[in-house]
């Protein structure tokens, strides 16, 4: 693998043996030169802000380490010993220039980025593989990541290929997020949609291979599989709406309701959650005004399901309703452990993965319906302890 190490020596304090970006200036001239364009991958570690700053220059250096390794590892599979790799600014982020994969510059066209996005993600695999090994053995702290993208450089300019180059990397970059985006929605839809559909097979089977079910069995099944189905259309429906509310077409049909009964409802909607831990609902207050029933209901359900998820067995998890002339406030808090840092301030965040399962797919697709009603979702603690969750909606209540 090229790395021009000799010509241009690695002049940071941290020993990995990859070059810095200016080793690229070479091959970029001697592709401009022949007219091909070549194929960049963009590696990015993440979570690097988030070590204690004590620990911050040697978790660097041990990252640095494992994606020197990985790229060294990777030569004869996924790169070539023609490729050439560099280190960017403070080597928070990597770059592969595919010279062996370098073509005429008419026909980039034909390069696949979905060959290129194999590529990157077997070496994002195999850094990821490494950087878990050095957690493991506690040379890293957790919730170090890694994310790459990709492009196809174009023939630079003989006299400021770095320019070019630098150019290209931030629209890898732009890739990278947008990859990561991409795979941690995809992962957060599969959980949430698992749960329900294991309910709806698993009772389903069993009320088809039991024949000789007892009637109060086969009815309570029967129920599940229902509930679990309705569950399951109130997610499908919420991901329409995040589309639509994305898209600018989100539109609501509001009509004068008592927001009381659509606690209720909502209470009702997870019955099985809490009655399975026994909980209660402490219910204060009333509220009535012009809101889509429906996305309202859904929003309530979310807060309530999120708050009967970490709230003791035994425990009460309280609403209270409140109006003044500046609209209306829903307060949901519970008795668990409350948000962590993390989680707070991502709150609502639409598919966060540092979400620690308190501020996931349910609180974001609330926040959102909340706001496509002019409201806000705020977070704070509960008395004493717990989480606590403040709908705030403008308007005549």
């Excluded at 595919?98 to 510059?105: E, G, H, I, S, T």
């Excluded at 970490?310 to 109006?323: A, C, Q």
Aim: aromatic letters at 2%.
């Amino acid at each position: 693998m090229a790395t021009n190490s000799r010509r241009l020596p690695e002049r940071r304090a941290l020993d990995s043996r990859i070059a810095e970006l200016a080793a690229l200036a070479a091959p970029l001239t001697r592709l401009a030169a022949a007219r091909r364009s070549a194929p960049l991958l963009y590696i990015e570690l993440i979570g690097i802000e988030r070590v204690p700053a004590g620990r911050r220059t040697a978790a660097l250096a041990a990252c640095k380490r494992a994606v020197a390794s990985s790229l060294r590892d990777a030569v004869g599979t996924v790169l070539r010993r023609s490729d050439a790799v560099a280190a960017g600014t403070h080597a928070h982020w990597f770059v592969a220039l595919l010279v062996d994969r370098a073509l005429a510059a008419p026909a980039r066209a034909s390069v696949d980025d979905a060959d290129l996005g194999l590529v990157c993600g077997r070496l994002q695999a195999a850094i990821r593989a490494k950087l878990r090994a050095l957690e493991r053995r506690g040379t890293l702290p957790a919730g170090i990541g890694v994310i790459g993208g990709w492009t196809v450089l174009d023939p630079v300019s003989p006299d400021r290929p770095l320019a070019e180059l630098r150019q290209a990397v931030r629209g890898a970059a732009v890739v990278a997020r947008v990859e990561a985006r991409r795979a941690t929605v995809l992962a957060a839809v599969t959980h949430e949609l698992r749960t329900p559909l294991t309910s709806i097979i698993g009772y389903a089977d069993r009320l088809r291979d039991e024949p000789a079910l007892a009637p109060p069995l086969r009815a309570r099944y029967s129920h599940i599989v229902a509930q679990e189905g309705r569950r399951l259309h109130r997610l499908v429906e919420s991901l329409i709406d995040i589309g639509a509310w994305t898209a600018g077409r989100l539109k609501l049909s509001p009509r004068q309701v008592d927001v009381r009964k659509l606690v209720r409802a909502a209470w009702g909607a997870i019955g099985d959650r809490a009655s399975a831990k026994s909980l209660r609902l402490a219910l204060r207050g009333d509220a009535a005004g012009s809101l889509d029933a429906e996305r309202m209901e859904q929003v309530l359900i979310n807060l309530l399901d999120n708050a009967a998820r970490h709230s003791p067995r035994g425990g009460s998890v309280r609403v209270e309703l409140r109006r003044d002339k500046s609209g209306c406030r829903v307060t949901v808090s519970d008795e668990g452990p409350g948000f962590t840092r993390a989680a707070a301030r991502v709150l609502g965040n639409e598919f966060t993965p540092e979400a620690d399962g308190r501020a996931g797919l349910g609180l974001s697709i609330a926040r959102l319906l909340v706001e496509a009603h002019g409201g806000t979702l705020a977070i704070g603690r509960g008395p004493g302890r717990g989480a606590r969750l403040e709908v705030r909606l403008p308007g005549v209540f």
